[in-house]
């Protein structure tokens, strides 16, 4: 019953429950473990008299890099810290929205597993919560998995 099971991270509690689960879930079927961290890049805009200046290009393609950088180290930290440096889960970064980043990259996937709550409480407010969105859209069947509640 080997196959492919896609889990969203994003250096949360919940998206680390959801890695969990994913592992152990691909334990039982002998199937390999992708973990997707979604980024974006925001140009920053300073405020001027005449409105929203754009700081130069070469501080944007630095900015970028930068934040490249930051989502490789979340993935990578997030993933050790769960499952110890020996383990067989391939890490993909994406730039995109996480939900079509997910949506995207489990076309194939026998199952997408996401945590039910993220790092972003504002978006979710604005744009809705990703793993409604992933549920709604995805091309496989969707685990949604809870964190433990902390005491």
């Known amino acids: 019953m080997a196959g492919r099971i896609v889990v969203g991270i994003d250096g949360s509690e919940h998206s680390s429950a959801a ?3 994913a592992v152990e879930e691909a334990k039982l ?3 390999t473990v992708e973990a997707v961290h979604a980024w974006a890049y925001v140009p920053v ?3 001027a008299d005449s409105g929203l200046v754009p700081v130069a290009w070469t501080d944007s393609i630095d ?3 930068a934040s490249q950088e930051a989502a490789e180290r979340i993935a990578s930290d997030q993933v050790r810290d769960v499952l110890g440096d020996d383990h067989d889960v391939t890490v993909s970064l994406v730039q995109d ?3 079509d980043a997910l949506t995207h990259a489990a076309a194939g996937a026998d199952l997408l597993v996401v945590g039910n709550r993220g790092r972003g409480a504002l978006k979710e407010a ?3 919560s990703t793993s409604g969105r992933v549920a709604d859209h995805a091309p496989c069947p969707v685990v949604v998995v809870r964190a ?3 005491d």
């Open 19 to 21: 890695l969990r689960w």
């Open 29 to 31: 079927r002998g199937a």
């Open 45 to 47: 805009t300073t405020p």
């Open 63 to 65: 900015a970028l890099q």
């Open 97 to 99: 929205d996480a939900a």
């Open 126 to 128: 604005l744009l809705g």
């Open 148 to 150: 433990p509640k902390s």
